[in-house]
């Protein structure tokens, strides 16, 4: 039977649309409501005439725009030119983005509301209006994946790769009694059933934990009992059948049927699996703490035992049950959420992994460019420092190998006897950290080595307060963050002797020291000797591991300090161009778009006639394409194999472009919160590099969502006869053909 390719329908932010059912799989009668309908209340407000700019109409609200980007995200589970293991991998991610969502985004709203919280948001709503639109537009989505794998994908999975997720009651006679073996010698050990009782107290459920719900009669007193058992899914939470390979029992399914091993001489009336989600966004203040590490340790603390923001049940559990725990947790009913199917799909991931590499993405090795490669340690051989010093370095990860470039620049200054002094910055880094090492290294082999860790980045305080400790017992001058501000930069800098003089070698980024996401997502890294730059890095160090708040910088644009005023200098240079020679051009593309100081600018310049395209992957709140306001503005989001990540700003500047790459994006966070760093690319071959991708992603006609004025992201695919343009194959074919000649030259 012939393929039908989905005829995928866009979600939207702000707009109310009918039930749509998108066909799925093979021909299939299997089908799946992808876009509900959303409340009214969130449908834009009609533009009054003469609105000014900052009014709540042209605004799109931020918590809805991100669930759209969610939407996005499922959507490529739910298309069938996706391979299928990688469908699976993005149900995985939406579940996993969606419980970050309910811990920050839902969270945050919940405290404001409880502080009595009444600012208006751009788009002129509460807190509490806002969470309740937020709250009922999640609900679908949740609905919407659970369904998309039992109903689609899981069996799919069974029927093209034989993995077969099986209930407990479907093994033969002997397969159940090895699995009931396996409990009793393996899981059961490991078990601490909670009762609850007026001697022991309802017990505390940790975050995102799956737990199952007892519910048991004693015989002969007739008396109800309520239990709760964590399942300890550390291990692994697909249990191998028996005698049957790649099918697989869930944990919670062999504990559900073991319960009567667990509480003997009681008759178990019912087993439901539950889990939590608890609130990550606890109030910090920073500007009252004397010591940052004490305050970030309290924070962890304390988000352990946040208010819970989220039930997620079986839907077939007894309302009794479901009402008590309801009512332990402090909930109302729209935070319980119910499934028909299995409950946290983050657990899917393993399956992905397995060996089936024509239901995966065409595998993908990091290429090394020509610049860097036979460049070892022989003594006719260049080293590193000597490749920067022929010219800028531009890095395109992960089309271009992270540990072949960025990576060995740091590890190379470790080792390299002329070098003094190394500075990084480390926002986010992979577990078994080779950045880190060399740090290490470095100190050991007696250089100056200064590291400022950021241990306030959501959801890494822990790791990153593990690797300042160990860095400091190496004898590494650790600084752990600025009070108030995060350091999100992501900057490097080698000072070397040479010749009798010093010169500074930099690494400016757009994405952070870890190998394991360079794999993953989008970033570009500038590696330069160039002086300027140079000396702005060492100013950026000495204002953040010292006193030194009033630096000047000559290149580097940084915020806080700077970069809101240079970007909207920049914006208004294109309208003067515009109104002088008809020329105003900017690109730019970034993760969210939120600001709306910057958006205002946004406005301005598209009332002047300058041409404006914004490649946003995340939430936006700028509306493009409303007369009189934002027609000249046109905004597309890219989601694919690899996550989005670099941030570029194009402005043609009558001609003698002007083109950045930085850490952050146009948000007040990143412009207000935040320490980032924006460099300029300026030589030419390279400039081309960053404005040739942008257009890449402008044409794509594969990955790319066009959003619209009323708020619908609308899904390009290639016309009759048009050949499909992905961005991602089309930078990992020039990738390839760059690795053994880069004098391939960039178009423009």
């Known amino acids: 039977m012939a393929t039908t390719r989905p005829s995928l329908k866009p979600i939207f932010t702000e707009v109310a649309l009918p039930d749509t059912s998108v066909p799925l799989g093979d021909g299939a009668d299997l089908s799946i409501s992808f876009a509900p309908a959303i409340p009214q209340a969130t449908i834009p407000r009609e533009v009054p005439e003469g609105a000014p700019l900052d009014h709540p109409s042209l605004y799109f609200n931020r918590e809805l725009s991100w669930l759209d980007f969610n939407w996005r995200v499922l959507a490529q589970a739910l298309d069938e030119r996706t391979p299928l293991l990688e469908r699976v991998r993005f149900i995985a991610i939406t579940a996993n983005n969606l419980d970050e969502f309910y811990q920050k985004r839902i969270g945050g709203l919940k405290r404001q509301v409880a502080a009595d919280v009444r600012a208006i948001s751009p788009d002129g709503r509460t807190p509490s209006e806002q969470l309740r639109l937020v709250v009922a537009a999640a609900r679908p989505m949740q609905a919407a994946y659970s369904e998309a794998w039992e109903n689609v994908l899981r069996p799919l999975v069974a029927e093209r790769l034989g993995i077969v997720i099986r209930d407990y009651t479907s093994l033969g006679k002997d397969q159940r009694a090895e699995m009931d073996a396996y409990f009793l010698e393996n899981i059961s050990p490991i078990l601490t059933p909670l009762a609850v009782d007026p001697g022991h107290p309802f017990p505390f459920i940790s975050n995102q934990s799956l737990s199952l719900a007892f519910m048991l009669r004693h015989p002969a007193r007739g008396t109800e009992h309520f239990a709760r058992l964590k399942v300890p899914t550390s291990r692994g939470r697909w249990l191998a059948v028996p005698g049957e390979a790649r099918h697989y029992v869930p944990l919670e399914g062999v504990i559900r049927h073991n319960a009567e091993f667990l509480f003997k001489g009681m008759d178990v009336e019912s087993v439901h699996a539950f889990r939590v989600t608890r609130n990550a966004d606890v109030h910090r203040t920073d500007a009252a703490a004397g010591d940052l590490l004490a305050l970030i340790s309290e924070e962890l603390r304390e988000r352990k035992f946040a208010a819970v923001v989220r039930l997620e049940v079986e839907a077939a559990m007894p309302e009794r049950v479901r009402t008590m725990l309801q009512d332990e947790l402090g909930l109302a009913e729209e935070d319980v959420i119910e499934y028909d199917g299995i409950l946290d799909l983050t657990d899917l991931l393993p399956l992905v992994d397995m060996e089936s590499p024509e239901h995966s993405f065409e595998p993908w090795e990091p290429v090394v460019p020509v610049s860097f490669r036979h460049q070892g340690k022989s003594e006719d051989q260049a080293d590193i420092f000597s490749v920067i010093r022929n010219g800028d370095l531009l890095v395109h990860h992960p089309y271009q190998s992270f540990a072949a470039t960025t990576q060995r620049f740091i590890e190379e200054a470790a080792e390299d006897p002329a070098v003094l002094a190394i500075k990084l910055t480390l926002y986010r880094t992979s577990k078994d950290s080779p950045i880190v090492q060399a740090l290490i290294r470095a100190a050991e082999n007696g250089k100056q080595v200064a590291a400022l860790i950021e241990v306030k980045a959501r959801f890494d305080e822990k790791n990153n307060m593990e690797w300042a400790l160990q860095l400091e017992n190496a004898g590494v001058h650790v600084t752990y963050g600025l009070v108030g501000l995060k350091t999100h930069t992501k900057t490097a800098l080698v000072v070397r002797e040479e010749e009798d003089m010093l010169r500074t070698y930099c690494h400016i980024g757009t ?109 936006c709140r700028l509306r493009p394409g409303i007369p009189g306001y934002s027609e000249n503005i046109r905004i597309c989001s890219i989601i694919g194999r690899f996550l989005e990540h670099s941030r570029i700003f194009f402005f043609k500047n009558g001609g003698d472009r002007i083109t950045f790459i930085s850490s952050g994006d146009w948000q007040r966070r990143n412009l207000e919160d935040r320490v980032e760093a924006a460099v300029p690319v300026r030589e030419k071959h390279l400039q081309k590099r960053l404005v040739q991708t942008l257009r890449y992603c402008l044409d794509d006609n594969r990955l790319a969502w066009d959003l619209q004025a009323d708020g619908q992201y609308v899904h390009r695919h290639p016309a009759d006869g048009e050949k499909e343009r992905s961005v991602h194959a089309k930078l990992m074919r020039r990738a390839r053909s760059r690795a053994t000649n880069e004098d391939i030259p960039w178009d423009l």
């Open 511 to 619: 994405g952070n020291y870890n190998p394991s996401t360079a794999r993953l997502y989008t970033d570009f890294g500038l590696l330069t000797c160039e002086r300027g730059i140079g000396n702005d890095l060492v100013n950026l160090f000495h204002y953040l591991t010292g006193y030194a708040p009033e630096q000047h910088y000559d290149t580097l644009v940084v915020a806080p300090r700077d970069m809101r005023d240079r970007f909207v200098d920049l914006i208004r240079r294109e309208v003067e161009h515009q109104e002088s020679n008809g020329n105003g051009r900017i690109i730019a593309k970034m993760n969210a778009l939120d600001d709306p100081a910057i958006i205002e600018e946004l406005y301005r310049a598209s009332q002047a006639g300058v041409e404006i395209d914004l490649i946003v992957r995340g939430h």
